[in-house]
């Protein structure tokens, strides 16, 4: 309360913005890149678009109880390097930038960018944490193979390759969420054929947000997190901004309630990817996003509040 929030630099939650990891729980990082996208661009301008929305964002979180800055020392790290068209090359880049983060024991959250950057995340993670059981969160589940007959690293084959890789446990991993039209019957749970558990669209919306928690941690159990969060796993409606819109996902208040329900989780990597501000004339989607990313920061600090 010392000054409006909407003064200063606008670093995620007007966090200091440093590189100095002495006593970081949390080193948030943009990965401004949208390289690796099949419809629509733009998800380059995610990362500026979440930090400017959330400044908003305060202290305490009180659906769960919660002091999120109290419980975690958070620096804003700065947005990762990358290059335009190269996106190998990218890959490479951004690993190498998150690495020094785990090696000094901090959690990054990632601000994207297209989803393709969660294999570079989950390298580095999975570098110091070995393999780690992932929580996914989107309407699309991303295990397709190849894109046009070459891409092997897009933003729709991620986690594919991340179980091919071993950077992720599939027998302790789960997605939720998947929905839309699709090329064949099935493939809404394609993650399957790699070990995922799937909960799809429908499902979750059956069974609701407390079972969906029972399941995620029978199924994830004390073994080190990696939680990423598509952003077009909520509604268009609420979340317009993003590449691949499908329309009849969960409002924003829904997946709030989906995302509380997991509670104290030992999140060692997480994202909020697929934010593409052009498409959003209002800003609603990175308002979301940022509300997101607040979310995934007090499942952490439950967990830190449990040790
Ligand atoms: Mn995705
Ligand atoms: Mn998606």
Known sequence: MAAPRFTGVRTFMRLPHVQELDGVDVAVVGVPTDSAVGFRSGARF?????????????????????????????????????????????????????????ERGAVPLVLGGDHSLAIAELRAAASVHGALALVHFDAHPDVLDRYYGVADHFHGTVYRRAAEEGVVDPAHSIQIGMRGSVHAPGDLVAGREVGYEVIPGDELAAIGPAALGERVRDRVGDRPVALSFDIDFVDPAFAPGTGTPEVGGPTSFQALEYVRSLGALDIRTCDCVEVSPPYDPAGVT?????????????????????R
């Open 286 to 306: 990175a308002i979301a996003a940022a509300g997101f990313c607040f979310e995934l920061l007090s499942l952490r600090a439950l967990f830190n509040g449990l």
């Open 46 to 102: 995610g990362p500026e678009a979440i930090r400017s929305a959330s400044i908003l964002l305060r202290d305490h979180n009180p659906a769960l109880d919660v002091n999120v800055v109290e419980t975690l020392s958070m620096v804003d790290f700065g947005d990762a390097p990358t290059v335009p068209g190269y996106h190998l090359e990218t890959l490479e880049r951004v690993e190498a930038f998150l690495r020094p983060i785990h």
